[in-house]
């Protein structure tokens, strides 16, 4: 350990004395206790420490007896895993009894057996550089499978064979990929041949526990970096399939691009673009950037003169879109959104050099609805053309699109079009009461609003008098 390490570790116990406290405590009660796994990893790192983890000699209830009379707040919703979680002051503290899981080889759910040795439990957790413990109360550092050495060298190893690891537990292969984009480690050879050689036993993973992982990877800073991981070792096509399909057989003169590092190159542009919104990272608009282009396998075709076209891939793309994020059990608004983008990403590509009529960017940013800014990302992202007149003509072609939507956005307050006349003032213009021709006349007003403005009332109710007339 450097002198730098050794200083973060120091600070990290001064910055948390509740750390001491509750060392003191289950030292007094004869149990051993030890700050363990992301904790000591970040300080070492020096970033942030948000969760203090804990293990421990003692059991839940034991545990329980330790922290009653001084935790402000505890709760056992862990206890079938002998988890114990605890609230000191503003500090959340969870601590685990020491174990030595198995696993059913059928699930990937661990029977616990509880161990007795700070030594047995860290030889059963997932990588060596979260297998570091710092004893409590007095601060001994305990690293029996040299994580500081491989956190030094930014290298991913597992404390017992991989092979061995990763069978056991299988979603430790998809933390491998997030672990890679979230803190710049790569992994090693062996880690890599034996994510290669399990990839399908991750089909036992509840497909939540897969979204999560997937959600931490692409919120990381370096998702890219994990995702390329999951590609190269076949676990994506385990859980996402669409995006090793996007590695398309070029055609013998080139005439597209390599749909995959498109991808890819879009999502890290659309990171780049995210100080346009208010929560970072967002999670919605990088699987939208990542999944954009998934139709175009299924819609690829060469004409008669070897061009290579990819009609609808928009659509195809928002339906395949809509299927994987459904599998992988995102939540609706999540899937909505995605796939709204998936859909209206080629849109503005109508836009030309700027010959939309008012209507039509009034329509843009009605079907952009709430996703208007993150299709603006989406869209200025999607440009990687090596081409610099190319790319700086549709840069300023799209500034010019958000001029016109924010001038328009002033003088007719887009961000909540509605017809000019209401439900109740469309039935008594027409002396009609509730049922489906209301809703065919608010329709026919909310298209006249997008083709023409706002109306004056009585304009507008001269044309739904005309529209009901030529109707009937």
């Known amino acids: 350990m450097t002198d730098l390490e050794r200083r973060r570790l120091e600070s990290l116990l001064s910055t948390y004395p509740v750390l001491g406290e509750i060392g003191a405590r289950f030292t ?16 070492l790192l020096g970033l942030p420490v948000h969760d203090l983890d804990f293990a421990t000699s003692a059991t839940p209830d034991q545990i329980e007896a330790v922290l009653a009379g001084w935790a402000d707040a505890v709760w056992d919703v862990g206890r079938d895993f002998g988890t114990i979680g605890a609230r000191k002051g503003g500090d959340q503290l969870e601590i685990t009894t020491y174990r030595t899981d198995e696993y059913d080889p059928a699930t990937r759910k661990p029977v616990v057996a509880f161990g007795d040795t700070l030594d047995g439990d860290l030889s059963r957790r997932d990588f060596t550089i979260n297998a570091m ?25 597992t404390p017992v064979a991989p092979e061995l690891s990763f069978s056991d537990d299988p979603l430790r292969m998809m933390r491998a990929a997030r672990f890679t984009a979230q803190l710049h480690v790569s992994a090693s050879d062996e880690v890599v041949e034996a994510m290669t050689q399990l990839a399908e036993r991750l089909q036992i993973v509840s497909a939540e526990r897969i979204r999560d992982e997937l959600s931490r990877l692409l919120c990381a800073g370096s998702p890219v970096d994990g995702l390329r991981l999951l590609v190269a070792t076949g676990l994506a096509d385990q859980m996402l399939p669409e995006l090793p399909a996007l590695r398309l057989e070029r055609d013998e003169h080139h005439r597209h691009k390599d749909v995959y590092e498109h991808s890819l190159t879009v999502l890290e542009q659309a990171i780049d673009l995210e ?83 008012d209507a039509a960017v009034r329509r843009y940013v009605r079907d952009a609805g709430p996703e208007l800014e993150r299709l603006h990302i989406l869209t200025r992202a999607d440009s990687t053309t090596r081409n610099a007149k190319k790319a700086l003509r549709l840069q300023r072609t799209y500034d010019d699109l958000e001029r016109r939507i924010g001038q328009l956005a002033q003088q007719e307050e887009l961000d909540s079009l509605r017809p000019d006349l ?7 213009i027409l002396q009609i009461g509730p049922g489906r021709e209301v809703g065919e006349a608010y329709r026919f007003l909310l298209e006249l609003r997008m083709d023409r403005g706002p109306l004056s009332e009585d304009d507008a109710s001269e044309a739904l008098r005309s529209w009901w007339a030529a109707r009937s």
Request: proline share 3%; with cysteine; glycine share 10%.
């Open 28 to 43: 007094d009660a004869g149990h051993e206790l030890v700050l363990v796994g992301g904790p000591v990893r970040d300080a």
């Open 133 to 157: 413990a710092v004893r409590l109360p007095d601060g001994e550092f305990v690293d029996l499978f040299d994580g500081v050495e491989d956190l030094a060298d930014r290298r991913l190893r």
């Open 275 to 357: 100080h346009r919104l208010d929560e970072r990272p967002d999670l919605v608009i990088r699987l939208a950037a990542l999944l954009h282009d998934i139709g175009k396998p299924k819609t690829r075709r060469f004409t008669d003169d070897g061009t290579v076209t990819f009609h609808h891939h928009d659509v195809v793309g928002a339906k395949l879109a809509r299927k994987r994020l459904r599998a992988l059990r995102y939540s609706n608004d999540v899937v909505d959104a995605v796939c709204r983008l998936v859909e209206l990403h080629l849109r503005f590509h109508g836009y030309g050099s700027g010959q939309w009529t």
């Open 422 to 428: 209401d439900g109740n003032q469309i039935m008594e």
